[in-house]
């Protein structure tokens, strides 16, 4: 059983190492970033893989996705968003951080899943405001936005109290 785990990290790490040496003999990214990416990805698949197969701990688990979805994430900074300024994709980061909450969350038992879900997806969702803002999408400033838009927060608060009361299992 233990031989077929290190062949199967070998092979994830393979896949993903292929991928970016692609991308470097294209000239697409350069070699200190290769190596950063390379380092990323390797330590955070082999916790990810250790804390599911070897039933590692938690923490492992946590830093592995955050740090295969950094990778991924800067990946994409090098490629895909190479000309756009950090200011206008720092939201990604909280989008990482949301991810790996929430794939955390999946791997615990139901009341712990919905309390870290839950931020979790906030996380995520926010990161979509941020980064309508940072990229101009929307004509107004995020002042502005939240001038205007804040009693959604209200309707949302009472959307989750009238749910919970009338969800099965609630107390009294």
Known sequence: MQNR???FTAGVLAMFVGLLLLLLTNGVI??????????????GLI???NAFMREGRDA???????LVLTALFLTARATLLAHAPITRVWPGFVT???LSLFGYAMTKGSDY???????????VFLSGVFFLFS???VDITFVEFV???????????GVVTVWRQVSPGSPD
């Open 5 to 7: 785990q290190y062949r």
């Open 30 to 43: 350069r070699a200190g970033e290769l190596a950063i990416l390379v380092l990323f990805l390797a330590v």
């Open 47 to 49: 916790a990810v893989i």
């Open 60 to 66: 492992q688990l946590l830093v592995g996705m955050f």
């Open 96 to 98: 990482v951080g949301g």
């Open 113 to 123: 899943r919905v309390a870290l879900a839950v931020p979790a997806v906030f996380l």
């Open 135 to 137: 990229m101009d999408i």
């Open 147 to 157: 001038l205007v838009w804040w009693p959604v927060l209200i309707v949302a608060a």
